[in-house]
């Protein structure tokens, strides 16, 4: 079975530039997440799909990160401009459904550099 | 909010040592506990969980029990090896309703580093 994919894999932009990531999600996987990790910290959630329908995104910063998921299935998250502080590796994740105790699938991340 | 903390890393031991990185967590409600490792050069992948209180979670000799009492979900291992260098988080999800249903809050991760 075919994992999470993601594209690219390294980034270096300028600041003030935009930046686009794509995620394709595991087959038949309803939910979609998108994670930023910062070095030394834990990844935090920036946007949870449910099919095509955004279920949370209170910790996206809507002024500069846009994300959408085509027909529910591959998803790509946008950032216009970008600053310093958002160096770090975007993570994507699928899982089955909604439910807590499903395990989520990450792909490699794309690690973005902003100088 | 939710919230996960980890013991300070990084941690280094010896092979065949015994492991043991703790975890403790703020949630509302009760919620599914993971630990995901990530092995140098590779994504992060589920190592195990445990779904509700009491539970015991064990994948490659690894073992986690979920204490409601203590809010707890220390990660073990009796016999650590070379090859279980990685980065370790724990994680929690709500299992049901709330803001904060299906999504993964982490801890800031644990670096092991395991020599021969």
């Known amino acids: 079975e075919a994992g999470v994919a993601q594209s690219p894999r390294y980034k270096i932009i300028e600041k003030r530039q935009s930046v686009a990531f794509w995620c394709n999600p595991i087959s038949g996987h309803a939910t979609l997440y998108w994670y930023q990790q910062i070095l030394g910290q834990g990844p935090k959630l920036l946007i949870q799909?449910?099919?095509?329908?955004?279920?949370?995104d209170s910790q996206l910063p809507k002024d500069r990160f846009s994300a959408e998921r085509l027909k529910g299935v591959d998803s790509t998250l946008k950032i216009q401009p970008a600053k310093l502080e958002d160096s770090a590796v975007y993570l994507c994740?699928?899982?089955?459904?909604?439910?807590?105790?499903?395990?989520?699938?990450f792909g490699p991340g794309t690690r973005l550099t902003v100088l | 909010g939710n919230s996960v903390t980890q013991m300070e890393g990084p941690v280094t031991l010896s092979e065949e040592a015994f492991l043991t990185i703790n975890c403790t967590y703020t949630a509302t409600g009760y919620p599914s506990l993971f630990w995901y490792v990530q092995y140098p050069g590779e994504g992060l992948q589920l190592l195990l969980k445990?779904?509700?209180?009491?539970d015991k979670g064990s994948n490659k000799g690894f073992e986690a029990t979920y204490r409601k009492e203590t809010t707890s979900f220390h990660l073990e291992k009796g016999s650590v090896q070379v090859s279980d260098s990685a980065v370790y988080f724990c994680a929690l999800s709500e299992n049901a309703g709330g803001t904060s249903y299906g999504k993964l809050t982490f801890g800031q991760g644990t670096i092991l580093t395991v020599h021969p």
């Open positions: 799909f449910q099919n095509n329908g955004v279920v949370d």
């Open positions: 445990a779904t509700k209180a009491d």
């Open positions: 994740a699928s899982s089955l459904d909604l439910a807590g105790y499903n395990e989520q699938f």
